[in-house]
């Protein structure tokens, strides 16, 4: 059993940044994959970002690329999002996610469906 809660939404400017952490209880959180999901109201849960349970492997969604980087301490049991250059699209409510399937792709790891636990969200919003 993992317990997500995540912190460090905000409102801020087109431009500007910010620094998503989600913090996991357990002592096995090194064994588990960890996503980063948002979602607008209407809309599906997008997928955002990904690291491997070891962090050699990072993944992202084509419209964050370049401009979020996804990092982990399995120490600390967190993982982070940071966020540069955000855009007003980038608004929404951002959900880390734990898998316990290895993933090793992105087809496999941007699919909320592996995800086993959840986080309650932090919200980002981006004005123009």
């Known amino acids: 059993q993992v317990q997500l809660v995540e912190s460090g939404g905000g409102l801020v400017q087109a431009g500007d940044s910010l620094r998503l952490s989600c913090a996991a209880s357990?002592?096995?959180?090194?064994?588990?994959?960890m996503g980063w999901f948002r979602q607008v109201p209407g809309k599906e849960r997008e997928f955002v970002a990904a690291?491997?349970?070891?962090?050699?492997?990072?993944y992202y969604a084509d419209s964050v690329k370049g401009r979020f980087t996804i990092s982990r301490d399995n120490a600390k049991n967190t993982v982070a999002l940071q966020l540069n250059s955000l855009k007003p699209e980038d608004t929404g409510l951002y959900y880390c996610?734990?898998?316990?399937?290895?993933?090793?792709?992105?087809?496999?790891?941007?699919?909320?469906?592996?995800?086993?636990?959840w986080g309650q969200g932090t919200q980002v919003t981006v004005s123009s």
């Open positions: 357990g002592r096995t959180f090194s064994t588990y994959d």
């Open positions: 996610a734990a898998t316990s399937y290895a993933s090793g792709s992105y087809y496999l790891v941007s699919r909320s469906t592996r995800y086993d636990y």
């Open positions: 690291i491997s349970r070891g962090g050699s492997s990072t």
